[in-house]
Nanobody, 121 residues
Framework: VQLQASGGGLVQAEGSLRLSCAAS????????MRWYRQAPGNQRELVAL???????NYADSVKGRFTISRDNAKNTIDLQMNSLKPEDTAVYYC????????????????WGQGTLVTVSS
């Protein structure tokens, strides 16, 4: 199972970007999925999460600006980022904490390769 993140780029402050993350491989279902980010010199931090049922949670710093969504049929999650700020500049990573491969097989802690978001002032 692999996660492939895409959609990063350079945007001016107050602009928008939409990140996507697609899971590929033998997948029966995916539990909670998350977006993290890591800015230079900083620790990786949780940005948003979404459960399989669609419940969401956000870091205080992005509430009201970012929206996480998922498509269980396609095994994808998106992160719509609006009103971007320079402090949102970071590499963004998607994560799946538990992937059910078959009725009895699971894989845990899967990370995408990261996509760079740069917000200029």
């Amino acid at each position: 199972v692999q996660l492939q993140a895409s959609g990063g780029g350079l945007v001016q402050a107050e602009g928008s970007l939409r990140l996507s993350c697609a899971a590929s491989g033998t997948i029966f279902s995916i539990n909670t999925m998350r977006w993290y980010r890591q800015a230079p010199g900083n620790q990786r931090e949780l940005v948003a999460l979404i459960t399989r049922d669609g419940n969401t949670n956000y870091a205080d710093s992005v509430k009201g600006r970012f929206t996480i969504s998922r498509d269980n049929a396609k095994n994808t999650i998106d992160l719509q980022m609006n009103s971007l700020k320079p402090e949102d500049t970071a590499v963004y990573y998607c994560n799946a904490d538990q992937v059910r491969l078959t009725a009895t097989q699971y894989k845990y802690g899967i990370w995408g390769q990261g996509t760079l978001v740069t917000v200029s002032s």
